[in-house]
């Protein structure tokens, strides 16, 4: 099984780069982060045309929205709305062979990393905290967690650690949380798991840049964990930087991982798009 995450940044607006990116890598499930677009006004058939035929949709006109777009029937579609925030930031899905796929959009925070004058980072870091409780039930099923979590937690998942170690995303509260979210319901991290932790790694590059790639001033926002009992099944992961590169792309490079599930497995990603390797 090949599954993609991908902050999109408006599904509609940048629904050509969807297709093509999907006639390219091929994903059987994606999960899209920042759709914009509200429920009925989702363009399903972009996707049915392409053998999407199974769709957990959770969207608000202008702002955030989540979904996942899939080959593989999903059931038991389920949301949540983390922190009270009113947003819709969460969806769950399961696959078959009982797989529960999590897909998140965590609040970017705002810019100043203190929750008594920030409420969106207050926001933020409630909703962080929610995570790791609900996680921490020790369920035995096979999960997948995936999305824009909007924190880059190790000092390489940043172009600059000294720099940003009081810019929201990568301050030590935000981490902290992520750590105790990650190790709440013992995920792993399935890109990590194959691109050791030394290796400096993004998949969000600033609209600011004039120059993204060149500059490579990068944070990794994105992330994709996987429960202990998946991760054998592990065969690739990398995040694709080649679609921040097409014209008028999101801010954030789409991650792929390739599982083994049942008696099916992915070939491995293509080196020649992605980082880390």
Known sequence: MRLATWNINSVRFRITLVRRFLRE?????????????????FPRRAFE???????????????HGVAILSKIPLTNITSRDWAET???????????????????????????????????????????????????????????LVGDINIAPLETDVWSHKN????????????ELFERTQAAGNWVDAVRHFIPPDQQLYSWWSYRSPNWEKADKGRRLDHVWVSPDLAPSLRSAAVITK?????????HAPIIID??????????????????T
Not at 30 to 41: A, G, I, P, R, Y
Not at 243 to 251: L, V
């Open 259 to 276: 599982l083994k599930v049942g008696d099916i497995e992915a070939g491995d990603i293509n080196p020649g798009t992605q980082a880390g």
């Open 86 to 144: 009113g947003d819709t930031r969460h969806i769950s899905a399961e696959l078959d062979g009982g797989i529960e796929l999590h897909n998140f959009y965590v609040p970017a925070g705002g810019d100043v990393p203190d929750p008594k004058t920030n409420p969106k980072f207050d926001q933020k870091l409630r909703f962080m905290g929610e995570m790791a409780d609900a996680f921490a039930d020790q369920d035995p099923r096979p999960r997948i």
């Open 243 to 251: 679609p921040r590169g097409w014209k008028k792309a999101s801010d």
């Open 49 to 63: 045309s392409l053998g999407y035929a199974h769709h957990a949709i959770r969207g608000q006109k202008g702002y």
């Open 164 to 175: 940003l170690l009081k810019i929201v995303s990568h301050t030590p509260v935000e981490v």
């Open 25 to 41: 890598f091929e994903p059987d499930v994606l999960c899209l982060q920042e759709t914009k677009v509200e429920d009925d006004l």
